[in-house]
């Protein structure tokens, strides 16, 4: 269980600092807002490139923080439920969902969304609007490789989860 518990908390570690870089870019897209408005009400000029950057930063923050979500157990769970199971119960859940549900969406979707970006390389997609932003396979990338980490962030927490298990099997709190 020491091996399990090791790539465990290396895989947390590599998910946290991606959440910890991701939050850098928060403050980019702040940025970015508070120049567009400023500019927009004080010169009265917008660029459509730059409006189009904003929506860009925004969807790689939610798709690279989504795994950093999971690991800070701020993502979506039926807690109604979830309170009033027994400390077994919930360390079996623990390990049960991130591998029957967590782990494979995310790689059902990464592998389905690859053709996605295949897709928008193949054809030089870009903004459809004028003066937009060129190369949105870019873009488009950046959900197999955010589905890709929310289900390495599963793996991580299958693997902490089972240690928890056998460390602590009866126990109830």
Do not use: C
Not at 38 to 57: N, T
Not at 75 to 94: G, I, M, N, P, T
Not at 106 to 131: K, R, T
């Amino acid at each position: 269980m020491n091996g399990a518990a090791r790539w465990g908390r290396r895989l947390d570690r590599v998910i946290e600092l991606i959440g910890q870089t991701t939050a850098w870019l928060t403050l980019l897209l702040v940025l970015l807002v508070a120049f567009d408005v400023g500019a927009r009400y004080l010169f009265h000029v917008s660029w459509v490139p730059e409006q189009e950057f904003e929506w860009h930063v925004l969807a790689v923050i939610a798709l690279i923080a989504a795994s950093f979500t999971l690991q800070q157990g701020e993502h979506v769970r039926v807690d109604v439920f979830y309170q009033h199971y027994s400390e077994h119960v919930k360390r079996w859940l623990d390990v049960l969902l991130p591998i029957v549900i967590v782990v494979p969406v995310g790689l059902f979707i990464a592998y389905m969304s690859l053709h996605f970006v295949e897709m928008s390389y193949a054809i030089n997609e870009g903004s459809p609007d004028p003066g937009g932003l060129p190369d949105r396979w870019l873009l488009k990338a950046f959900v197999p490789i955010g589905f890709a980490l929310v289900a390495l962030q599963g793996v991580a927490m299958f693997l902490l989860a089972l240690v928890n298990l056998y460390t602590h099997p009866q126990q109830e709190h």
